[in-house]
């Protein structure tokens, strides 16, 4: 059996070959952990183990404390001590800002965003061996190859925690929320996800300050977060776009968006003023032009609106200020744009519901913004949203379509997983166990495709059917649908555009 102090060996000499820290600090920083595990002295272990993950040995000692009645077996706990460990071989947020720059200064925003990505990893803020459960693959429609991921990363948390978070008497607001800056370095409660280990460097953007920071569960290549210092909500204007495109001007390699700034179309955090990005191509970013249109004051912008199952328009312009001043003129007119036959109302009383995920990037020499169209109303019919998944497809996906999801990424419930062994059952002519909510749809593919034998090709074949069922929940969040009579209303908005400056 490995010792506590293998363990302890192993994370230091980790640490020092991921570069987190020096080999000077290496006494340091073994005292800090001793005394983080209430030990007194230290046992040079004999040999090193090669080949060891940081996660790993971090899990090792997070069990040894649990052993030992350190900390308790409660899975809030448990984070809070792996962060706090990891805490002791991850620079102070001056240093690691001062690096930041300096590589961007002297090098490329590229080898500086390289830089902060990997101490993200290294530290075990992005948890990677969490996300490595995540179920990924890609499925072809007629739209582009989707992406397609099963959430396994993140764990359960324990009925005794939940059952504390209910009976805490006293509720904190420190910090306000998930996003905000008093996040970096925040121990963490019961209630409140541990950040000892969680850095953020500094982005100024439009005179304000913004943080750069990353997801601890990236659901795709270097996906950042990126925040307003400012604790305020969320809201789509044109300094949304001149902040983006700021933004990717200085960082060309990510594209940069926002999550619409209104519930059902919105994301899951509207209460702090925040946009996503990364780097990595999308569908969407593939997609290819249904139709153009030009705007009459607007000459340098050239427009399309996307072959794309949500309602898209894609500007151009090598001019950065007359693409802002085109996509503000876009918000301003849909935000109050009304078309009985296609379902859209601007407003009910003075409740807004028109809104805009915008999407930025630097292609071909010229800056580019995609404006999907959003509009979040509800009818008796539809009570979740005219505009979001519709009950047929909540047997797969019911939660809100954010700004991921827009691209062509589908995030999918880790209910899914068993669900679709049943089916796989039943495509094999096995006894199975089907949810009632998936009868009908195995019921479908089983007539479509017939009693299969070959594991390999049922895989195949859930895929493929997966992949369209996520093109059928976006058809359901656009707000003009891929028919002729939503073609007919993509065009009357577009010729609205051109009505009044």
Not at 61 to 89: G, Q, W
Not at 94 to 118: G, P, R, W
Not at 294 to 313: A, D, F
Request: aromatic share 10%; charged share 25%; net charge negative.
């Amino acid at each position: 059996m490995t010792s506590i102090y293998q363990h302890i060996s192993n994370l230091l000499d980790e640490s020092v070959k991921n570069r987190l820290i020096e080999t000077a600090d290496k006494i340091y920083a073994q005292n800090i952990l001793l005394d983080l595990l209430q030990l007194d002295s230290y046992i040079e272990p004999k040999a090193s183990t090669p080949n060891c993950s940081v996660p790993d040995i971090v899990d090792d000692i997070v069990s040894y404390a649990v052993k030992n009645n350190i900390i308790t077996d409660i899975l809030a706990e448990k984070e809070k001590f792996a962060a706090k460990i990891m805490d002791v071989f991850v620079a102070r947020p001056s240093m690691i800002n001062e690096q930041f720059q300096s590589k961007l200064v002297n090098d490329s925003s590229k080898s500086a965003t390289s830089f902060f990505y990997e101490l993200s990893k290294n530290s075990n803020y992005i948890q990677m061996k969490r996300i490595k459960k995540n179920v990924h693959f890609k499925a072809n429609t007629e739209f582009g190859s989707m992406d397609i991921t099963i959430n396994l990363s993140k764990p359960e948390k324990d009925p005794e925690q939940l059952e504390l978070e209910r009976s805490k008497k006293e509720k904190s607001n420190y910090p306000l929320c998930p996003l905000c800056i008093e996040n970096e370095g925040y121990a963490g409660r019961i209630d409140h996800a541990a950040r000892a280990n969680h850095r953020v460097v500094k982005i100024p953007l439009q005179k304000e300050n913004w943080y750069l920071q990353y997801s601890p569960y990236v659901y795709y290549n270097e996906h950042c977060i990126l925040l307003a210092e400012e604790h305020r909500d969320m809201k789509i204007s044109k300094n949304s776009f001149e902040r983006l495109l700021e933004f990717v001007e200085t960082y060309p390699h990510y594209f940069m968006g926002s999550n619409a700034d209104l519930p059902i179309v919105g994301g899951s955090i509207l209460s702090h003023d925040h946009y996503q990005g990364g780097n990595y191509e999308f569908a969407m970013t593939k997609a290819k032009s249904r139709f153009d249109f030009s705007l009459e004051n607007y000459t340098s912008v050239s427009g399309s609106v996307l072959y794309w199952p949500i309602s898209v328009i894609r500007l151009q312009s090598i001019d950065k200020n007359e693409l802002i001043d085109a996509a503000n003129h876009i918000l301003n007119t849909w935000k109050n744009y009304t078309d009985e036959d296609a379902g859209i109302h601007p407003f009910t009383n003075n409740v807004s519901h028109n809104t805009i995920t915008p999407i930025a990037r630097i292609r071909d020499g010229k800056y580019e913004l995609d404006l999907a169209l959003r509009n979040n109303r509800t009818t008796a019919e539809h009570p979740m949203g005219i505009f979001h998944p519709h009950a047929d497809v909540h047997h797969i996906k019911k939660e809100n379509i954010g700004l991921i999801e827009v691209m062509g990424l589908a995030v999918l419930p880790p209910r899914l997983i068993d669900e679709l062994n049943e089916i796989k059952k039943h495509l094999l002519g096995e006894p199975s166990n089907i949810a009632d909510y998936h009868q009908a749809w195995a019921k479908e593919i089983k007539a479509a495709y017939g009693e299969q034998t070959d594991k390999n090709m049922i895989n195949s074949i859930m895929e493929n059917e997966l992949g369209k069922k996520f093109v059928n929940v976006l058809e359901d969040a656009g707000v003009f649908k891929q028919n002729s009579s939503g073609e007919n209303a993509f065009k009357r908005f577009i010729q609205s555009l051109n009505k009044r400056k």
